[in-house]
């Protein structure tokens, strides 16, 4: 039987928390390269946070997915067909080419990947985007020095495991924030994090009290809400907050009021204490960055100082209820999905 493509459309914009039903699978013919085009087979898919803002038409820094498209993501596989130069059967890539089996991708979209380097699914997390964003985000605006105290929330999670190593190899005292026992366990024990805090605990304040007796310099966010609430207070003098992602948020409606949103600081220390508190997105400046973020990062993986845990999800038709899972916190690592 001929190969047919599958692919996951957005059938409808969810409210609030995403259903099964927002998405759509079907079966499609294989598609032809045009000329200048390569034909990707898709053999992991990534399944981000922020593919949530892509779901909704609330205004942002990047498009909505249309109703009726191809989930937005990236994908590390290979070249099936080429017409376009530099490229050849056989050859693995790296780019955007969304929830589906084969897509076709103009080069310029595409990074080759050689596979002996490391796990071809690495591409898509620690030798990655998620990766990317740790090591832009804390160059950038953490800037962690030696003897100083970095929080990193979703410490077990994609971006905090790679932002939490950083943090050690650069000489700080690391405190990961994660939901539950077995992920605290894999930050402090397999990740080397000097300590990790249960947020599913009602006592997160006074964890952080103990964990942090010098306080904290650096908060990498990746979450939000009461989590965030109970770190600000306990930011130094100069303190940063490295404005990740707030993923306890993305389910609330845009616009909603107070009781529609979770808890957050009272800002008001921010002139007292000097804090920087700064948003990016990684892909403002990163790609340009991504070949020496990739030597460093295998450099640092070569030399057994960066390890990292992938939650890998089989088959495609499985990627909504895996993105749902991501959103309540049931992935437990990087979430990927071996497409076939
Ligand atoms: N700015 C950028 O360019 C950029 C790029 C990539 C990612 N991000 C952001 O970085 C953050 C982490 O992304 P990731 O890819 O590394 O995801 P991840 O940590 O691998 O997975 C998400 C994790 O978030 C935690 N979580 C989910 N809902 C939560 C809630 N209501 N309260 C507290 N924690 C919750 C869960 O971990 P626990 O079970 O441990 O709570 C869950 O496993 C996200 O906010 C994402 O949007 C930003």
Same mark, same amino acid.
């Given at each position: ?7 996951i459309?957005l ?8 259903a ?11 598609p032809?390269?045009?000329e200048?085009?390569?034909l990707?087979r ?18 942002s ?6 109703? %009726?498209?191809?989930?937005? @993501?990236? !994908?590390?596989g290979?070249?099936? +067909? *080429?017409? &376009?130069? /530099?490229?050849?059967? #056989?050859?693995t ?8 089996r084969f897509?076709?991708?103009?080069p ?18 620690v030798?990655g985007m998620p990766?990317?964003t740790?090591?832009?985000g804390?160059?950038?605006? %953490?800037?962690?020095k030696? @003897?100083? !105290?970095?929080?990193?929330?979703? +410490? *077990?999670? &994609?971006? /905090?495991?790679?932002a #939490?190593q950083?943090?050690?190899i650069?000489?700080?005292?690391v405190?990961?924030?994660a ?12 990740l080397?994090f ?13 964890q ?14 990746n979450?939000?809400?009461p989590?965030? +609430?109970?770190?600000f ?5 100069f303190?940063?907050?490295v404005?990740c992602?707030?993923?306890?948020q993305?389910n ?14 009272n800002l008001?220390p ?7 508190i ?10 340009p960055?991504?070949p ?8 640092w993986?070569r ?5 990292w845990r992938?939650?890998v ?19 437990f ?8």
């Open positions: 039987m001929a190969e047919t493509n599958l692919q459309l059938r409808r914009r969810p409210q609030g928390m995403p099964p039903d927002d998405f759509e699978i079907v079966e499609t013919p294989v032809e390269p045009a200048g085009e390569v990707v898709a053999r992991y898919l990534s399944l981000d946070p922020y593919m949530r803002g892509r779901m909704s038409d609330a205004k820094y990047a498009k909505p997915v249309e109703l %009726g498209a191809v989930m937005e @993501g990236q !994908t590390a290979e070249v099936v +067909a *080429s017409r &376009a130069p /530099g490229f050849a059967p #056989g050859d890539v790296l780019g955007g080419y969304g929830w589906q897509s076709c991708v103009r310029e979209r595409l990074f080759k990947v050689d596979p002996q380097e490391a796990p071809l699914s690495t591409s898509l997390g030798l990766g990317l740790a090591w832009v804390l160059e950038d605006i %953490g800037q962690p030696a @003897g100083e !105290t970095l929080v990193v929330s979703a +410490a *077990s999670g &994609a971006v /905090g495991q790679v #939490g950083i943090g050690k650069r000489g700080c005292r405190v990961g924030i939901g539950g026992p077995r992920k605290c366990a894999f930050v402090t024990q397999e080397g000097d300590a990790c805090l249960d947020h599913h605990a009602d006592d997160l304040a006074a952080l009290d103990r964990a942090c007796p010098d306080g904290i310099d650096v908060y990498w966010e979450v939000g809400g989590v965030q +609430a109970a770190v207070p306990r930011l130094n003098d303190g940063r907050m404005m992602g707030m993923i306890a993305y609330v409606a845009p616009g909603a009021d107070a009781a529609g949103a979770p808890p957050g600081p008001g921010v002139v007292r204490k000097r804090l920087r700064q948003g990016f997105i990684v892909s403002d400046t990163g790609w960055r991504y020496a973020f990739r030597r460093q990062m295998l450099g993986i030399e057994g100082r960066m390890k992938e939650d999800v089989q088959g495609l038709r499985n990627a909504p209820e895996a993105f749902i899972g991501l959103l309540q916190g049931r992935n690592g990087k979430l990927v999905v071996a497409v076939d």
